[in-house]
C-alpha cells in the first residue's frame, strides 16, 4: 500500500469538509479519462492552447534568435501524454535537451517513446516525481525553460502556485524561462459545461480516484451512491469538483470509516481561472517577470513567459 496516498486519503476525508488532492486522478485509468476529457467539444482549454501553441513557438524561436540563446534545455512540469510539448519542438529548434516530470510514471514512459521516435536528435530525460514538491534536476549548460502548459497551474490554490512558482525558479536556476499555460476567467455558460460534459467521461474522471481508493487502500465505496458535480464559485475564481453522496452511508478504507450525511461532499477538484494581470502579479510575487503573453481568441485562454 503506497503510505503517502494513503495518509493524504484519510487526511482528507477526517476533514469538515471532506476532500482529496486531485493529484491523485492520475493512475493509469485517470490519465487515459484524461485524455478523453481532451477530445470532449466541451473541453476547450486543451485544443484552445493546443491551437496557439505553433504561433507562441513561432515567435518564441525569433525571440530566443535575438538575445542569442543558441541551445535550450525545456523542462515539463506534470507532462501527462506530451501532446503540448510537440508543437513546440516542431518550431523552437534550439531545444537540445527534453525533460519530462510527471507523477504517472507508466502512462509518461509509453509516451515518451513515441518522442523519442518523432525528435530523433533530441536528448529525452524522464523523471517520475511529485512536481509539487521542490526538486533537485540536472542542469545543462544550455538555459533552462520550464512548460508547465494546460493551466495546470490551476489546480493550486493562489498561494501555493506562488510556492510552485518559487520552486519551479529554484529547480530552474538563475536565467531561466517559464512558458504557462493560464485558463483565464469567463462566463460560467462556457466553464461549467467544460466540467461537466454531456457523455459523462469527466463524471468517471471524477468517480476514478474512488475506485483507485478501493483498490489500492482496500476501500469500500460504492460509486452508484456518489455523483460528480462541477459548479463555478464565481467569487473564488474556480472550477469547484465534487463528489456527492446519494445517500446516508458509511465507507470504510484500510479498516476506517467514514460517514456521509445524504447530500455531503468530497471536494476533489479546485481549477482556478485567473485574468492575465491577475496571474502576472502572482508571478511576480515570486520573483518572475512577465516577458510576454499570448491570448487565444475571445481571450479564452493564455500562454505567458516569465522570466527570472
Ligand atoms: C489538468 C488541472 C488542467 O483543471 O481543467 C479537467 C483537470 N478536471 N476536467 C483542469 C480537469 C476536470 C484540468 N487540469
Given at each position: 500500500?503506497?503510505?503517502?496516498?494513503?495518509?493524504?486519503?484519510?487526511?482528507?476525508?477526517?476533514l469538515?469538509?471532506?476532500?482529496?488532492?486531485?493529484?491523485?486522478?492520475?493512475?493509469?485509468?485517470?490519465?487515459?479519462?484524461?485524455?478523453?476529457?481532451?477530445?470532449?467539444?466541451?473541453?476547450?482549454?486543451?485544443?484552445?492552447?493546443?491551437?496557439l501553441?505553433?504561433?507562441?513557438?513561432?515567435?518564441?524561436?525569433?525571440?530566443?534568435?535575438?538575445?542569442?540563446?543558441?541551445?535550450?534545455?525545456?523542462?515539463?512540469?506534470?507532462?501527462?501524454?506530451?501532446?503540448?510539448?510537440?508543437?513546440?519542438?516542431?518550431?523552437?529548434?534550439?531545444?537540445d535537451?527534453f525533460?519530462?516530470?510527471?507523477?504517472?510514471?507508466?502512462?509518461l514512459?509509453?509516451?515518451?517513446?513515441?518522442?523519442?521516435?518523432?525528435?530523433?536528435?533530441?536528448?529525452?530525460?524522464v523523471?517520475?516525481?511529485?512536481?509539487?514538491?521542490?526538486?533537485?534536476?540536472?542542469?545543462?549548460?544550455?538555459?533552462?525553460?520550464?512548460?508547465f502548459?494546460?493551466?495546470?497551474?490551476?489546480?493550486?490554490?493562489?498561494?501555493?502556485?506562488?510556492?510552485?512558482?518559487?520552486?519551479?525558479?529554484?529547480?530552474?536556476?538563475?536565467?531561466?524561462?517559464?512558458?504557462?499555460g493560464?485558463?483565464?476567467?469567463?462566463d460560467?455558460?462556457?466553464?461549467?459545461?467544460?466540467?461537466?460534459?454531456?457523455?459523462?467521461?469527466?463524471?468517471?474522471?471524477?468517480?476514478?480516484?474512488?475506485?483507485r481508493?478501493?483498490?489500492?487502500?482496500?476501500?469500500n465505496?460504492?460509486?452508484?451512491?456518489?455523483?460528480?458535480?462541477?459548479?463555478?464559485?464565481?467569487?473564488?475564481?474556480r472550477?469547484?469538483?465534487?463528489?456527492?453522496?446519494l445517500?446516508k452511508?458509511?465507507?470504510?478504507?484500510?479498516?476506517?470509516?467514514?460517514?456521509?450525511?445524504?447530500?455531503?461532499?468530497?471536494?476533489?477538484?479546485?481549477?482556478?481561472?485567473?485574468h492575465?494581470?491577475?496571474?502576472?502579479?502572482?508571478?511576480?510575487?515570486?520573483?518572475w517577470?512577465p516577458?510576454?503573453?499570448?491570448?487565444?481568441?475571445?481571450?479564452?485562454?493564455?500562454?505567458?513567459?516569465?522570466?527570472?
Open positions: 500500500m503506497d503510505h503517502v496516498f494513503l495518509q493524504d486519503v484519510l487526511a482528507g476525508l477526517r469538515p469538509q471532506k476532500a482529496l488532492p486531485p493529484k491523485y486522478f492520475y493512475d493509469q485509468q485517470g490519465s487515459a479519462y484524461f485524455d478523453q476529457i481532451c477530445q470532449l467539444d466541451e473541453y476547450y482549454p486543451y485544443r484552445t492552447e493546443l491551437g501553441l505553433p504561433e507562441v513557438a513561432r515567435e518564441l524561436k525569433h525571440y530566443f534568435e535575438r538575445a542569442s540563446v543558441s541551445s535550450l534545455q525545456l523542462v515539463e512540469f506534470g507532462a501527462g501524454s506530451l501532446h503540448k510539448v510537440k508543437p513546440v519542438l516542431e518550431e523552437l529548434s534550439m531545444v535537451e525533460v519530462a516530470l510527471d507523477i504517472s510514471g507508466e502512462h514512459k509509453e509516451a515518451s517513446s513515441d518522442l523519442a521516435e518523432a525528435f530523433p536528435q533530441l536528448t529525452i530525460k523523471v517520475q516525481g511529485d512536481f509539487t514538491q521542490p526538486m533537485q534536476m540536472e542542469l545543462s549548460s544550455a538555459t533552462p525553460m520550464g512548460f502548459p494546460g493551466s495546470t497551474i490551476g489546480n493550486f490554490e493562489p498561494e501555493e502556485a506562488v510556492e510552485f512558482l518559487r520552486n519551479a525558479g529554484t529547480t530552474l536556476g538563475e536565467e531561466s524561462y517559464l512558458l504557462l493560464v485558463d483565464t476567467k469567463k460560467r455558460a462556457i466553464l461549467e459545461p467544460a466540467y461537466n460534459d454531456s457523455k459523462g467521461v469527466t463524471a468517471l474522471f471524477n468517480k476514478n480516484i474512488l475506485t481508493i478501493n483498490r489500492e487502500l482496500d476501500g465505496f460504492d460509486l452508484d451512491q456518489f455523483e460528480h458535480t462541477a459548479i463555478y464559485n464565481q467569487q473564488l475564481g472550477i469547484e469538483m465534487h463528489l456527492r453522496s445517500t452511508q458509511e465507507v470504510s478504507i484500510a479498516g476506517e470509516r467514514f460517514q456521509f450525511a445524504e447530500g455531503e461532499t468530497i471536494h476533489t477538484e479546485n481549477s482556478y481561472k485567473y492575465p494581470e491577475e496571474f502576472e502579479r502572482l508571478a511576480s510575487r515570486a520573483g517577470s516577458e510576454s503573453v499570448w491570448l487565444a481568441a475571445d481571450g479564452i485562454f493564455a500562454i505567458m513567459l516569465l522570466r527570472r
